[in-house]
């Protein structure tokens, strides 16, 4: 039987995964990818623990959290077709050497 521990554990490694994505990448599409997969992560420990606790608040905020995630997505994508048409990059390093 699947418990909560092994919801938690699989939450836990997905945010592993997105912390290490978001400190080790140099693309900003891979850093969107990467805090998606630690929304979801986020997500997932919601449910299970509502779940687990006969209490829908969890489903509730990971609507919520599901929201501000496309939210997020949208404008950040955006964001990136703009940077990759004006500087034919999405290297990370050459944002930060922007200057003006």
């Given at each position: 039987m699947i418990g909560?521990?092994?919801?938690?554990?699989?939450s836990a490694l997905m945010l592993?995964?997105?912390?290490?994505?978001?400190?080790?990448?140099?693309n900003v599409l891979m850093l969107l990818f990467s805090t998606e997969i630690m929304l979801n992560?986020?997500?997932?420990?919601?449910?299970?623990?509502?779940?687990?606790?006969?209490?829908v608040q969890g489903q509730i905020f990971a609507l919520f959290v599901i929201a501000v995630a496309a939210a997020e997505a949208a404008v950040?994508?955006?964001?990136?077709?703009?940077?990759y048409k004006r500087h034919k990059t999405l290297d990370i390093d050459v944002l930060t050497k922007m200057k003006g």
């Open positions: 909560l521990n092994h919801y938690l554990i699989v592993g995964i997105g912390i290490y994505g978001v400190l080790r990448r140099k992560a986020l997500n997932l420990a919601f449910v299970a623990i509502g779940h687990y606790m006969f209490d950040g994508l955006g964001l990136v077709i703009m940077w």
